[in-house]
């Protein structure tokens, strides 16, 4: 069953714009982590921030933010400023505590525009 | 480096050849997982190692996939009578912990003709 849904295949935004990548999930575990990798067209996966389903608090990480509604099992990952370099993948994972493997959504294609 | 490192990072083979792909984690790290990438999708987890326990293989595709970690370190993911549909991206990640942030190598891409 598909756990992590990424519906935007492609965003586009403006250089020094914000823009907000959606992601939900769906488990019935009380406990789990949300992950956001960046992959550039190099091919690495690079990991941005985590949230844990009991942080109280949204997490940030600089111009990365997770907008974390837990009752609507979403994770949204928040870029301001955009930069030209910002332009990647983005892939929304989930692990539940009592499981071994991550779950990776299909992933957003990112483009950001001088 | 202290990054995760993995060989080779290009490699074609024909269909029916045995591959074998290395991964070295991150020194200390007790976990290590195993994903593939196909083109222009998500990840898709193939196997994990934590410490000195049994492997979670269920996310092996088929029986010509397999994977051993020697000493708790360096692994080998090998698949025998390579297909045309395994070409992909194989991407390994190691973490410090259970339920810690994992991270990844440059990824082996494979190609099979």
């Known amino acids: 069953a598909q756990k992590i849904t990424q519906t935007q295949p492609g965003m586009f935004v403006q250089e020094k714009e914000a823009v907000t990548l959606d992601c939900t999930y769906d488990?019935?575990?009380?406990?789990?982590?949300l992950f956001w990798y960046k992959q550039p067209s190099s091919g690495e996966m690079i990991f941005l921030i985590y949230?844990?389903?009991?942080?109280?608090q949204n997490a940030t990480e600089g111009r990365y933010s997770l907008n974390f509604q837990k009752a609507r099992k979403s994770a949204n990952l928040v870029i301001s400023a955009s930069q030209l370099g910002d332009s990647a993948m983005y892939f929304c994972?989930?692990?539940?505590?009592?499981?071994?493997?991550?779950?990776f959504g299909a992933g957003t294609r990112l483009t950001v525009k001088p | 480096g202290a990054g995760v490192s993995q060989s080779p990072s290009n490699k074609v083979t024909e269909k029916g050849k045995d591959v074998e792909l290395r991964c070295d984690p991150i020194?200390?790290?007790?976990?290590l997982y195993w994903y593939r990438q196909s083109l222009g999708q998500g990840l898709e987890f193939l196997i994990y190692?934590?410490?000195?326990?049994?492997?979670?293989k269920s996310g092996l595709p088929s029986d010509r996939f397999s994977a051993e970690r020697t000493g708790g370190s360096v692994s080998t993911l090998t698949i025998q009578r390579t297909q045309q549909e395994d070409s992909a991206v194989y991407l390994c990640a190691s973490e410090s912990g259970q339920q810690e942030t994992q991270y990844f190598g440059p990824g082996t891409r494979l190609l099979v003709l």
């Open positions: 190692f934590q410490g000195n326990s049994a492997p979670d």
């Open positions: 020194s200390g790290h007790t976990a």
């Open positions: 949230q844990g389903s009991y942080d109280q």
């Open positions: 994972a989930m692990r539940e505590v009592h499981n071994n493997d991550m779950r």
């Open positions: 488990t019935s575990d009380p406990s789990y982590g």
